[in-house]
């Protein structure tokens, strides 16, 4: 009986131990330090500006290590994000812009010539600022006495500056062909008393008596232009056509009651020419500055001509192909004959300036 109870006993020691060790087991776990890489003071203080403010953010989730068990899957997430947290740090960015903007320069456009394009007329309205000057001569011998060669302006006392107007038109029926017409009216009265004795006209003008004086002219062209070179800068016309000059003086003196002496001068010449235009600068609108220079020159019936033009011109879109322009800068005007029965010579010369419109 006494052996049967110490077995017993020692069964339920056994048993008593082993449901200690499992309940021991059932309470054990595994601590896990996780170690990040070591982050220097330098690429502390550049990514994340200030040292002391981040070291209080920084010093938990270094030393804080969790006291229970986790996940493998869990612990190595965690491991990674803190690993490229600390390895690659992004820079801080402003999201305000600056306060002034740089404006943004769009290269300049190129420089470009405007012209009339196919179809489209042309009208100019000029304005000539001229310094006159003239001789006259006619005839040959006025009562056995060679004709008096007269200055227009210190013997019969025409102004030595006038405004001159001149109207002018172009139509260009092909791309590189063009017709064109011009007219110039001018006119000048004076009064005047002779200081000296004029042989003019068939009758002698003595010294002191009083004339009243009138010059007109009529200076008109019309003829064809070609422009061989044309490119987007520049272009460069030839023209030819036909030139008409009428000139006419008149002097009505004092003498035998109020005769008049008077001589007229009709020209018809062939007149030729070259203009070139060049442009200088295009503006972002496609207002352009522009040369436009022309050369004239007329020959026939006993007489030549110079007409000279230099300026610039200043040109501005209007729309639909349209354009307007402003012109200016020096012109000279000259006619000359070498003739023993008649002699009208004269010039104008000086500033202009000029309006136009293409359309």
């Avoid at 601590?31 to 003071?41: A, K, T």
């Avoid at 005047?192 to 010059?215: E, H, L, Q, V």
């Avoid at 200076?219 to 460069?236: D, F, K, N």
Wanted: charged share 20%; net charge positive.
């Amino acid at each position: 009986m006494r052996r049967n109870l110490c077995k017993v006993l020692v069964c339920l020691a056994v048993i008593v131990a082993a449901l200690a060790t499992a309940h021991a087991k059932d309470h054990t776990f595994i601590r896990v330090n996780v170690d990040p890489q070591p982050v220097s003071f330098l690429q502390t203080q550049k990514f994340f500006g200030d040292t002391k403010s981040e070291s209080s953010s920084l010093l938990p989730s270094l030393v804080d290590a969790h006291p229970t068990y986790e996940p493998a899957s869990a612990r190595v997430s965690r491991d990674f994000r803190s690993r490229a947290r600390y390895t690659n740090p992004q820079p801080i960015v402003k999201c305000k812009g600056p306060v002034c903007p740089v404006p943004i320069c769009a290269p300049p456009p190129p420089c470009k010539l405007p012209r009339r394009m196919c179809g489209q007329f042309e009208l100019a309205t000029q304005v000539f600022f001229a310094r006159t000057k003239g001789t006259l001569r006619y005839p040959a011998v006025v009562l056995g006495f060679p004709a008096t060669e007269i200055d227009l302006n210190n013997d019969l006392g025409f102004p030595e500056h006038a405004t001159v107007l001149e109207y002018s038109a172009w139509y260009q029926f092909r791309p590189n062909w063009a017709f064109f017409y011009s007219i110039m009216p001018f006119e000048q009265r004076s009064n005047k008393t002779i200081n000296r004795t004029i042989y003019f006209g068939g009758a002698s003008i003595p010294a002191g008596c009083f004339s009243a004086n009138k010059w007109e002219f009529i200076y008109q062209r019309v003829g064809m232009s070609y422009s061989p070179i044309q490119t987007c800068s520049s272009s460069l016309s030839i023209t030819a056509g036909w030139l008409y000059n009428d000139s006419r003086v008149r002097v009505d003196s004092s003498v035998c009651g109020g005769r008049n002496s008077q001589a007229n001068r009709t020209r018809n010449m062939v007149v030729t020419g070259v203009g070139l235009q060049k442009c200088i600068k295009t503006l972002c609108n496609q207002a352009t500055l522009s040369c436009d220079d022309q050369i004239s020159l007329g020959w026939g019936d006993g007489s030549f001509m110079l007409d000279l033009q230099v300026g610039l011109r200043f040109t501005v879109p209007m729309n639909c192909g349209r354009w307007g322009y402003a012109k200016g800068g020096y012109r000279l005007l000259q006619f000359n004959e070498n003739r023993d029965d008649l002699k009208l010579d004269f010039s104008l010369e000086g500033g202009f300036v000029e309006a136009g419109l293409i359309f």
